[in-house]
């Protein structure tokens, strides 16, 4: 566990030299001072200037080399970069852990933008099974569809499919929106959470199946409920929310919020028990 | 006198503690979430650290940020730190306001100076483990 404290004021532990330890074993005591600086960027990460833009044409190049040659370029210092011809090659633009604004001028393959935490990405084209699996944080908006398992385990940040999804899209969400213009395929929310998923048109059979956590909203047809999926109340809170995140989306902006239907877990599959990692802790 | 000592107890109580189950004094410990996951940020209680940091990073709201809560830690009021997969506590210097809204909007900003901290724990992880 991290602890925050005042760095002013000595503690023991820090009079005992363990801010050095080396960092292993189960806890950990790190400590900082809240007020020592106003950083908004992860620790080591380039400082990139939006207004510097350049081109990337990654048709000879294979995911791995773009993907470095992407690195490179932001090391440079460059905040905006078009990528043409991605030809839907597979894992384009995993891993970025960097504020960026990043354009696609073409469609993605499979696990583009995945494992990303903090750019802002337009693909001007089609993805791939699981686009931005594992997003952490950012804005990820494709022009036209997404194939399955879209948004699949993300953790944070906006996906916006503004045509029509697969099946399986936000399986195993923990955080974050997907919202989806068009229509979601089958089993959409599944085994989700947390987070937020918006569909305004229609939904395949069974929604939000074996859900933990979380909220959809479909504002067209629904298929069939999953296993644990039940209608709630819409609050004015919801549609306030929902209209917001329509405008961040650029889509759907005049669309009618008031007559969504929103689904959460009914919570009688819920079997949280933590007797599991203390037996296991007692094992070890 | 004593009815101060009443409020004091309430707003402590209020902070993530709440009356465990059974199952949960068996166990010894606490099941579920520590706070309502699906809480909508408020964005009129928004600080100005979190205003400045969304606009650095060229996002239209909070992003990531609204599904950060403060919760709890062995009953002190603590934000999960997802990377480094533990509970930040918050120092007993800053006094927390009655509401949760409020409460998640400092979390949210002591997480955020947290996570860009040179002192963060994935600084140290990435210098020992870093491949490319």
Not at chain 1, 145 to 168: E, H, M, Q, T, Y
Not at chain 2, 26 to 44: A, E, F
Not at chain 2, 51 to 70: F, S
Not at chain 2, 74 to 80: H, L, R, T, W
């Amino acid at each position: 566990m991290a602890n925050l404290k005042n760095v002013t004021k000595k503690t023991k532990a820090q009079a005992m030299g363990m801010h050095s330890e080396v960092l292993t074993g189960r806890t950990q005591q790190k400590f900082f001072n809240p007020d020592e600086a106003e950083n908004f960027y992860y620790f080591g990460t380039y400082d990139v200037d939006f207004n510097k833009r350049t081109d990337l044409d990654v048709k000879n190049m294979t995911a791995a080399e773009a993907n470095k040659e992407l690195d490179n370029l932001m090391s440079q210092g460059y905040g905006t970069i078009v990528i043409k011809n991605p030809q839907g090659k597979h894992s384009l633009g995993v891993g970025i852990l960097n504020k960026l604004n990043l354009i696609f001028e073409g469609s993605l393959g499979y696990f583009g933008m995945g494992s990303s935490d903090g750019p802002i990405v337009r693909i001007n084209g089609r993805v791939g099974w699981s686009c931005a699996e594992n997003l952490m944080a950012g804005k990820v908006v494709i022009e036209k569809n997404a194939g399955s398992c879209f948004g699949a385990a993300i953790r944070g940040g906006d996906l916006i499919c503004k045509g029509s999804v697969g099946a399986r899209t936000g399986i195993d969400m923990k955080g974050g929106t997907i919202i989806i213009g068009g229509d979601a395929g089958a089993f959409t929310g599944f085994m989700m959470q947390r987070g937020r998923i918006i569909i305004l048109g229609d939904v395949g059979i069974n929604l939000g199946d074996s859900m933990y956590d979380g909220t959809i909203f479909v504002g067209g047809e629904i298929g069939s409920y999953g296993s644990d999926a039940v209608d709630s109340e819409l609050t004015q809170s919801d549609q306030n929310w929902l209209r917001r995140k329509l405008r961040v989306a650029e889509i759907g902006e005049n669309f009618d919020v008031s007559k969504m239907k929103k689904i959460v877990a009914g919570k009688k599959l819920w079997n949280y028990d933590n007797l599991e990692p203390a037996e296991k802790k007692g094992a070890i | 006198m004593a009815m101060k000592k009443n409020k004091k107890k309430e707003n402590s109580s209020q902070l993530g503690k709440k009356k465990e189950t059974a199952r949960e004094k068996m166990i010894g410990q606490s099941i579920g979430y520590r706070y309502d996951v699906n809480l909508l940020p408020d964005y009129k209680k928004i600080t100005p650290f979190l205003k400045k940091y969304i606009e650095a990073m060229g996002w239209d709201d909070l992003n990531w940020l609204e599904d950060v809560h403060m919760g709890y830690e062995e009953g002190k009021p603590a934000v999960f730190c997802r990377n480094a997969n533990g509970w930040v506590t918050i120092p007993k210097s800053i006094k927390l306001p009655n509401n949760q809204q409020d409460r998640d909007m400092i979390a949210r900003e002591l997480l955020v100076k947290f996570q860009m901290s040179p002192k963060h724990p994935l600084v140290d992880l990435k210098k020992a483990y870093l491949k490319f």
